[in-house]
């Protein structure tokens, strides 16, 4: 990625209208803002549709852009370095279509590229997964709807690869539920419901089945009240216990 280019070098360049040759494509320079530096490398088949345009968009005689094109000369990927050190810590690829579908960052330069974003066909995004450690095991996703906005976000609070916290998020961006793994098998048996930004409910699976056993409720100001529970597991509630305040 370290190209560099030199002023007298670009200049002959322009001045000649030379352009370099391989057995694949041939190579456009291009003075785009006309400073007699080269910002712009276009490589093109003999039938003129790109294969690889490569930019300079800071002036430094670096490439900091590289996009690369299919047989159809449709744009399939782009590696970007965004803070011109040399390192490429963007890259976005896209569809056969040509529409952006997906792009892994490096968002505070640290060299490891923990941030995917997901988009839909029509350009929304869906999805952002984020991966500190680099393992391609994510210790949160965020689900978008479709008009972009936040629904659910997961958590793997243990780092084990496995989601084992689900918080659900409603129109006005305050969480509503939440659902909770505590026994490590990929599935919650916790279930904790919101009124604003009270629990007014906890919902517990007793025996593994995936299905609440014990209903505790609280008042408006975070008090239990009441404590209901299916002691024999056949979906009805056998015991109602109430907690005096």
Do not use: C
């Not at 640290?110 to 393992?135: A, H, V």
């Not at 995936?210 to 002691?231: F, K, M, P, Q």
């Amino acid at each position: 990625m370290n190209i560099s280019i030199k002023h007298i070098g670009a200049s002959l360049l322009l001045f000649f209208g030379i352009f370099i040759q391989n057995a694949n494509s041939e190579v456009f320079p291009i003075d785009l803002d006309e400073d007699g530096l080269i910002d712009q490398w276009q490589h093109k088949t003999a039938n003129g549709l790109p294969t690889k345009i490569e930019y300079d968009k800071n002036a430094d005689e670096q490439i900091d852009q590289t996009d690369y094109y299919d047989p159809r000369g449709v744009l399939i990927r782009a590696e970007l370095d965004r803070d011109f050190n040399g390192k490429i810590d963007q890259v976005q690829y896209y569809s056969a279509e040509g529409g952006l579908i997906r792009i892994r960052k490096d968002p505070i330069f640290t060299g490891i590229m923990s941030l995917t974003e997901y988009y839909d066909r029509l350009g929304r995004l869906k999805q952002i997964e984020t991966d500190i450690e680099g393992d391609g095991k994510p210790e949160v996703r965020k689900v978008f709807n479709q008009d972009e906005q936040l629904s659910l976000v997961e958590r793997d609070r243990d780092a084990d690869g496995k989601f084992d916290t689900w918080e659900y998020i409603g129109e006005l961006g305050e969480l509503t539920h939440a659902a909770f793994d505590t026994t490590g098998d990929g599935n919650p048996d916790q279930w904790h419901y919101f009124k604003g930004d009270k629990r007014i409910r906890v919902e517990y699976d007793l025996n593994g089945d995936s299905t609440a056993d014990r209903w505790d409720h609280y008042n408006s100001r975070g008090h239990l009240i009441r404590v209901e529970v299916d002691n024999n597991y056949d979906g009805k509630i056998d015991t109602v216990k109430r907690k005096r305040r």
